[in-house]
């Protein structure tokens, strides 16, 4: 869901699957990460391999810092 309630279905979200327009769901929100791909400390097969499904179990596996979790809100899709 889009940070002003707008709902993206998997199928919506999966369709931006590419390293040109990248999208993946943490905690029921939509990310564009296409802008983070390169800047990725895990690389940009991480992220393209987490499209069009939901990604928390394996963002949460991770154990991403607080630094990181403060930047999402600079890729949330609205």
Known sequence: MGSDGKAFTLAE??????RKDCW???????Y???KFLDD???GDEVLLSAT??????????VGHSSA??????????R
């Open 13 to 18: 979200v999966s369709a931006h699957n590419s």
């Open 24 to 30: 993946l769901v943490i905690e029921g929100r939509v």
């Open 32 to 34: 564009d990460v296409t």
């Open 40 to 42: 990725h400390p895990g």
């Open 52 to 61: 069009g499904k939901d990604a928390t179990d394996d963002f949460e596996d």
């Open 68 to 77: 990181a979790r403060a930047m999402m809100d600079e890729y949330l899709r």
